[in-house]
Nanobody
């Protein structure tokens, strides 16, 4: 089982990034997918979730209207489109697959700074 995040990096405030989470080793289309982040010295924060068929999405208030979660079950990949980024969005971002058990990726660093 693997979840591999990619797409992180350094971006200026107000900029955009799109994170990807490539899944393998399990039936991706049966799992709810979530994105979380963890900033230094802070607890991990759940940002967004998408149902197995992509029909239902939910967002934390901190990212609602700025971030969009999506998935492509044909490609076994989940995405997090991030826009209007702020310095406080700086964190390691993790994807997470949830059904009867959970799987986690290794994380990708996002740094928002001028």
């Amino acid at each position: 089982v693997q979840l591999v995040e990619s797409g992180g990096g350094l971006v200026q405030p107000g900029g955009s990034l799109k994170l990807s989470c490539a899944a393998s080793g399990f039936t991706f289309s049966s799992y709810t997918m979530r994105w979380h982040r963890q900033a230094p010295g802070r607890e991990r924060e759940l940002l967004a979730a998408i149902s197995s068929d992509g029909g239902i999405t939910n967002y934390a208030d901190s990212v609602k209207g700025r971030f969009t979660i999506s998935r492509d079950n044909a490609k076994n990949t989940a995405y997090l489109q991030m826009s209007s980024l702020k310095p406080e969005d700086t964190a390691v971002y993790y994807c997470n697959a949830v059904r009867l058990r959970q799987y986690w990726g290794q994380g990708t660093q996002v740094t928002v700074s001028s």
